[in-house]
């Protein structure tokens, strides 16, 4: 049942709508004024919405309002802000905004026009062209400056895949951990699956697959994001899934981009755009040897409040000195490189 709070000159009480109240009861509302309540507060339909004021601080998790989608962010998960107007009269869209580095106005909401001017932190763009069927214009910044794009290539961060850890875990994921390491790391890569598994049962009252790395193939399983559970030597999927990752982790060491780690105890955790899908993640929860993958029993990556970027190195100090123990974490860039990334690193590399 839907529960609405309605007052009226006469009346201060709790509306159940969908009951029909042919007798009605002390202080419950007659279907008249529910009705009347639901017509004066009716939500105006797209074409009807002239000012749009949106704030978000993940396109991942929020990127549209009404005709207005923010699709990229110049500084990651900092908030970013479009306060803009359309004028139908004019075909012209008028505003300013904040940490946006890629957005979109939905053109349905424009009766016909072949072309449209936007005026954008005090920047024209007039006589912008558009295609017949043409369902959005897209907008980007290209070294400062607005201009006009194109649909964002399924290659580069958009809010359909936007990155971050734990975001991996969504999209009906499957955790596959690994077998062909040693036996230590092979336990450790089956009981951090299972117990990743209970916990989303418990805690979100949800349901994941766990799978062995050799019972793993990907084209069963297509547009699903996949946990991976080992590194490249333990772990059979790592090759058709993260061969072309600019993270790499092995036995003794972790690369990212041209630096490289060296170590058997050392933690890595990363998220990866999974190959041939538009949509779905590759997670990562790694080491460089069985001391390393131990220590992410200690990360609470999937608790509540808690919030990691695309990638995190660390070692045992983190245990005993905090941030001294974090050798490196961050975003890959909107193009998901390294080089064009939000990085920092530690002293110790």
Not at 296 to 319: A, E, F, H, K, Q
Request: proline residues 4%; contains cysteine.
């Amino acid at each position: 049942m839907l529960f609405v709070a309605a007052q009226s000159e006469r009346v201060d009480a709790v509306i159940v709508a969908g009951d029909i109240f042919d007798n009605p009861m002390p202080g419950n509302v007659s279907q008249k004024l529910v009705f009347d309540f639901f017509a004066r507060h009716a939500r105006p339909l797209e074409e009807r919405v002239r000012e749009v004021n949106f704030l978000t601080s993940n396109p991942g998790v929020s990127a549209k309002n009404n005709w207005l989608t923010i699709d990229a962010q110049i500084r990651q998960l900092k908030m970013s802000s479009v306060d803009v107007r359309f004028d139908p009269g004019l075909k012209r869209f008028v505003g300013k905004t904040d940490n946006v580095a890629r957005l979109a106005f939905d053109l349905d909401i424009l009766r016909s026009s072949d072309t449209v001017t936007v005026f954008l932190d005090s920047q024209k763009l007039a006589g912008i062209h558009l295609v017949l069927g043409q369902k959005q214009l897209w907008l980007e910044q290209r070294s400062g400056k607005w201009a006009v794009g194109g649909e964002p290539s399924p290659d580069i961060k958009s809010a359909s895949r936007y990155g971050t850890l734990k975001e991996a875990f969504r999209n009906r994921a499957i955790l596959v951990y690994g077998t062909k390491g040693s036996r230590e790391e092979n336990q450790w890569a089956f009981g951090k699956a299972r117990y990743d598994a209970e916990k989303f049962w418990y805690q979100g009252n949800g349901c994941f697959d766990v799978l062995a790395d050799v019972d793993f193939n990907p084209q069963e399983y297509p547009d699903r994001n996949v946990i991976l559970y080992g590194n490249r030597n333990t772990n059979a999927a790592w090759k058709a899934l993260l061969a072309e990752s600019p993270v790499q982790v092995g036995e003794g060491s972790v690369q990212i981009g041209g630096r490289k780690f060296r170590g058997n105890d050392l933690s890595c955790i990363f998220v990866r755009p999974r190959l041939h899908s538009r949509t779905a993640s590759v997670g990562v929860i790694s080491g460089s040897g069985a001391v390393g993958m131990k220590l992410n029993n200690r990360l609470p990556y999937m608790s509540p409040g808690i919030g990691l970027p695309d990638c995190t190195v660390l070692n045992p100090d983190v245990l005993t000195k905090g941030d001294e123990g974090v050798l490196v974490t961050g975003f890959f860039g909107l193009d998901w490189s390294v080089e064009n990334g939000e990085f920092v690193w530690g002293t110790k590399q």
